[in-house]
């Protein structure tokens, strides 16, 4: 099995700071992208960043020049770097990985459990 596990949200004011951290675990074979995705009540899911195993990161529109998205030394782990937020980013945050699992098919995509940003104005 695979786990993901997310910290990192909070409340905080406009303008401020967060950063989401997401660990990786299990018979995870390769990783081939990890990424964040956010939903806010009432709202779909949306991508907000991701990056490949090579070091490519995409950004939403809404994220680019705010956020940064960035994977630890052992890539398994990814962390979204969150600046000069506003009201509108508040949702609840999921860490996504496309990965294969030793003895496993093809890339499958896995979810954490989520955690809560809010930002308030």
């Known amino acids: 099995q695979v786990q993901l596990v997310e910290s990192g949200g909070g409340l905080v004011q406009a303008g401020g700071s967060l950063r989401l951290s997401c660990a990786a675990s299990?018979?995870?074979?390769?990783?081939?992208?990890m990424g964040w995705y956010r939903q806010a009540p009432g709202k779909q899911r949306e991508l907000v960043a991701a990056?490949?195993?090579?070091?490519?990161?995409n950004y939403a529109y809404s994220a680019k020049g705010r956020f940064t998205i960035s994977r630890g030394d052992a890539k398994n782990t990814v962390y979204l770097q969150m600046n000069s937020l506003k009201p509108e980013d508040t949702a609840v945050y999921y860490c996504?990985?496309?990965?294969?699992?030793?003895?496993?098919?093809?890339?499958?995509?896995?979810w954490g459990q989520g955690t809560q940003v809010t930002v308030s104005s």
């Open positions: 990056i490949t195993s090579g070091g490519s990161t």
């Open positions: 299990g018979i995870i074979f390769s990783i081939n992208a």
């Open positions: 996504n990985a496309n990965l294969h699992t030793v003895g496993g098919p093809g890339g499958r995509d896995y």
